[in-house]
């Protein structure tokens, strides 16, 4: 038994140790691939879009590879990407950030899952001098930190929901309106509550309610309890999919009525598909939809690529994969124009970038934000049983119109 | 203020259903079971996979609570006979583990989304629609009202039922006296998870589900045997609805935010006042 115990333990270290040195033998660039880093939750409790934001890095990579590559003086390189999974833990994460720079001697990184992880993983590759390339990580504090080698593709988090107020204020004939609002007390969600405020106070709506939702957030009755007292004009809530779920399910069940209801993450909620009609008229911000007009050579446009990655995957791709893949095209054309592997010269490369991809235009500001893509809104719209997000708003890619003021629960059939 | 302490004590309810199968095996075989909330959740899942396969998802009421009671006389086999007569520690740190293997499976085989069942149920709505009282959540009160009835019955007057409360009385004369303790403390951990499985069915109706998501259940339960005591079902009762009622209304007054931070300070305000009357009682023995 001792025997066997100790054989397993060796053979055990021993395959390790070969793991080890096989993958400290790739470099940033090995023969002809340009190695990047990543690390992904496949595991924990963000495993679905971990899972989402690996296929969309893996779908772009494929498709740069079998489209010739990346050139960089003369010559053509491949991508290829090191994975490991960071369980959804932040201390994990941070970890093998170091790991994959330190051992497997990675020198360019693409950014994780959720705001939470990327803050983990930045200051190892502001550290290590590293530049990195994240597409799921929103949160505003990211940006303001000062950090010069972290670059987000996707709009910062106090954007998502802006628009809805603004629009709101329209349809109230110009007049500042009443917000009631409930947000998850994490850093993505109290980011878009900043963008509410400072949306309320550019248009002088006043919020009659701001309430803070616990992480372990099923239940928000008495918040509704409270909207349905106050009768406010619109209704913000932003809880991440458990929020989104939580929240049409005790508003249709109480019969809430409000004008007008915004969330986040009701694609991610397949809110659509798990409450059906209960969830009509609902407003949610996203960062992509297929139906956009951007285009670039590689995917074509939005609605190519749905199609491509529904044949690859078996699934509609979630805006997660979208802004994924758009941070490969990002990394190709700054090796590109930096026609060097120098990795400050790739970062000042990425700080020129100034693209447009068929996940939108991308431009960094100064704190590496993406300032160049607004975020769109849809509303949830039924005909029959099946119901489907539209894109109700910026007015040039809406293909329905914003259906306001929301029937009340006892018109609604 | 009627929506919120009909919302608290519906929740209340079905809260002590789960705190009385905490009750049940923590006074029968001495063990704090950690896992507890994830038992419900894996309950509710049981519920949610009918509803995807086109059943009612109010059957799972039926069919989780048979299915849990196996999982709960297997993990039983497996795991928690080596711990039973141990150090209450050792049994904490057991069902702990029993935790995070239960999260990382149904996150594994369910995925990490957030889903919920629909039950189509509607809304009851009283006082000219100002109280609205989802019918689902009065499903839920009366369901657990039912089978803690039936529970009790079942304690009083069946062989095994009364097996199971000698054994809590003590467990050495109950073997003395031909009782199959080992069997008892099987069972007894099988109701336990049955009891954790219809919860977890009315709550994939009524609230969320989540891998994740099982350790405020476990936190609730234990507080509420914590202030109710072992074996005492109208009091686990009423403690339920209490925690219930003062959870709804820390939400209403404080803010949703002071929501489960209220509920652990009532917690630690619990565990030092019992304490305090504990050792004036102490003063007396001495």
Known sequence: MNKLVKLFITSISAITLALVSY???????????????????????????????????????????????????????????????????????????ERLIKQDGVHYMLGPYSSGLTK??????EKYKIPMVEANGASRSLFTKGYKYLFAVLSPANQYLEVAIDLAVEKNGGKPVRIAQAFEQDAFSQDVRLGILDAAKRTGSEIIIDDKLPKELNDMAATLAKVKATKPDVLVVSGHTKGALTAIRQISEMKVDVPMLAMTHCDAAKLSKQHGKNSEYALCASQWHKNLSYKDKFFGGGKKYDKDFKKEFGYAPPYQSAESSAALLVFKDAFERANSFDRDAVRDALKDTDMQTFYGNIKFGPGGQNVAKPMILFQVRCKGDTCENKVVAPTKWASDKFYHPIPKWSERS | MVQASLDGILLGILFALIAYGMALQWGVMNIINIAQGDLVILGGYIAYTMYLAGIHPAWGVIVSPIIMYFVGWTLYKLVINKVVDRDLFISILATFGIAIVFQQLMNFVFGADVVVAQSEYGTTMLFDNSVTLPNSKIFAAFISVIYAIGLVVYMRRSRLGRAIRATAQNARAAKILGVDTEKVYAATFGINAALCGIAGALISITLTLHPYVGLPYTVRSFMIVIVAGLGNLPAVALSGMGLGLFEEFADYILGTEFRIGAVFMLLVFILVYRRFKLSKKREYLK
């Open chain 1, 23 to 97: 993958t400290s033998s790739f470099a940033k660039v090995d023969g002809e691939y340009i190695v990047l880093g990543s690390a992904i939750s496949l595991t924990g409790k963000y495993s679905s879009n971990g899972v989402h934001t690996q296929n969309g890095y893996n779908m772009a990579v494929d498709r740069i590879n079998k489209m010739g590559g990346v050139e960089v003086q003369g010559k053509k390189y491949k991508f290829e990407i090191i994975y490991y999974d960071d369980e959804s833990n932040p201390k994990r994460a941070a970890q093998l950030a």
């Open chain 1, 120 to 125: 983990a993983i930045a200051p190892v590759t």
